[in-house]
């Protein structure tokens, strides 16, 4: 059996508003980054999102979203 390590439990709140039509992207897009962090829509009309992040994990979560930026805002 394997035990997984948790190096990190401190999880820090980041929201961000991006387009409504593309929740599902960013959905998508942290998927494929198992464990980087949790979405959560606080208001799909606004495009409100809240994402639980592990301290450990911040920084590339941060490069993430910056390359991602203009897919989803493509309005900015």
Known sequence: ???AVIRDMH???LYIR???PRIALLKFLLE??????VLSTDDKKTGLVRLLVPG???VELMR???AAADMLCPSR
């Open 1 to 3: 059996m394997t035990q």
């Open 11 to 13: 999880c820090h709140a």
């Open 18 to 20: 991006i387009a409504p």
């Open 32 to 37: 494929g980054y198992d464990g980087l962090a």
């Open 56 to 58: 450990s994990r911040y």
């Open 64 to 66: 993430l979203l910056s």
